[in-house]
């Protein structure tokens, strides 16, 4: 048996992917050059629901 994404999992794939290419690549060079840190991604991933995926539900998180 194969194994298979679930329809959540491929959304969740598809819009990161999308925002790593739309947000991240473009200014990777300069943070690497710069040691900046991209504060604002985070506040962009905390947008996309994504920042809480690895927390348990009991303590705030998605629980993912």
């Known amino acids: 048996m194969d ?3 679930t329809d959540e999992q491929k959304l969740l794939k598809r819009t990161l ?3 790593a290419r739309k947000e991240l690549r473009p200014r990777a060079a300069r ?5 900046e840190y991209p ?3 985070v506040k962009r ?3 996309l629901g994504v920042t809480g995926l690895a927390i348990p539900a009991e303590y ?4 993912g």
């Open 17 to 19: 992917r999308e925002f």
């Open 60 to 63: 705030g998180g998605q629980g």
């Open 45 to 47: 991933l905390a947008e």
């Open 3 to 5: 194994f298979q994404l």
């Open 39 to 41: 504060w604002e991604n």
């Open 31 to 35: 943070w690497d050059e710069t040691g």
